[in-house]
């Protein structure tokens, strides 16, 4: 989670931490997490709660489900 005074600022902020983020034997959802950062709709705030589903078949993006 993080915060600012502006979309924009607290967008930056993320893109950052993700960009620092390492981690070991865990899996997580980092990658699909920064790759949503980079969506116009996302960073103008013109999304609804159907976002992920439709620009995931769009991008091409999975969820694996690692074994």
């Given at each position: 989670?993080?915060?600012?005074?502006?979309?924009?600022?607290?967008?930056?902020?993320?893109?950052?931490?993700?960009?620092?983020?390492?981690?070991?034997?865990?899996?997580?959802?980092?990658?699909?997490?920064?790759h949503?950062?980079?969506?116009?709709?996302?960073?103008?705030?013109?999304?609804d709660?159907?976002?992920?589903?439709?620009?995931?078949?769009?991008?091409?993006?999975?969820?694996?489900?690692?074994?």
């Open positions: 989670v993080v915060y600012s005074r502006t979309r924009e600022r607290a967008i930056g902020k993320f893109r950052s931490a993700a960009a620092e983020l390492v981690t070991s034997g865990v899996h997580n959802n980092s990658e699909i997490c920064s949503v950062l980079t969506r116009e709709e996302f960073i103008s705030g013109e999304y709660i159907d976002f992920f589903n439709k620009y995931a078949k769009e991008d091409d993006i999975r969820l694996r489900k690692e074994e």
